[in-house]
């Protein structure tokens, strides 16, 4: 399945990952953010989504997924598309989920997302948005199971992050110095 034409084709199901995932698909596939030259990339790929903060979601020459965060975050999130939308519905505003001492025992890591996404949908209801019912309708319509557990999920997530080569960006200062990142976005 093509999730990012089905998305290009239907503008009320891309609005709906839009509000659900903070996740809004291009038209048409684009050049990763390059900072006016001064930022480069291990790994090419090509932006097909960006985030509200202006982050950037890359569909890597390997077809796994990576982020390239405003802020400078940068690293692999799904190892395919079909586990990338897995990841943002099971997990809205995923970044949230970014403590990595959490991962530690499978337990404590569903009790910890359990917690997240409650914050998430409280403060959905503060502007009258249903998130779960949100989120059970755009995993409906793209085909994609919503879990009620997500460790799984969070742990497949952790170790595609952790795995080499890590898609990692650098950036090239006027004067030729240089600045990488880890390629983890749990290194922050």
């Not at 557990?149 to 080569?165: G, M, Q, S, W």
């Amino acid at each position: 399945m093509d999730f990012i034409q089905m998305l290009r084709e239907d503008n009320d199901l891309s609005d709906l990952l839009c509000d659900v995932c903070d996740v809004e698909i291009f038209p048409e596939f684009k050049a990763p953010q390059d900072e006016s030259g001064h930022l480069t990339y291990n790994i090419s790929g090509k932006t097909f989504a960006r985030a509200g903060s202006g982050s950037e979601y890359i569909l890597l020459e390997d077809g796994s997924i990576g982020f390239w965060g405003s802020e400078g975050a940068c690293g692999r999130i799904a190892d395919n598309l079909k586990e990338f939308f897995e990841f943002m519905i099971n997990c809205p505003y995923w970044v949230d989920y970014l403590e990595e001492g959490e991962y530690e025992d499978r337990e404590e890591l569903e009790e910890f997302a359990r917690e997240v996404f409650e914050e998430h949908v409280v403060n959905a209801k503060d502007i009258e948005f249903d998130l779960p019912e949100a989120q059970q309708e755009l995993a409906n319509r793209l085909g994609i199971e919503k879990k009620e557990e997500v460790a799984d999920i969070l742990l497949r997530f952790y170790h595609c992050t952790k795995r080499e080569p890590r898609f990692i960006s650098t950036y090239t200062e006027d004067d030729g110095s240089m600045h990488s990142g880890t390629g983890s976005l749990f290194d922050r």
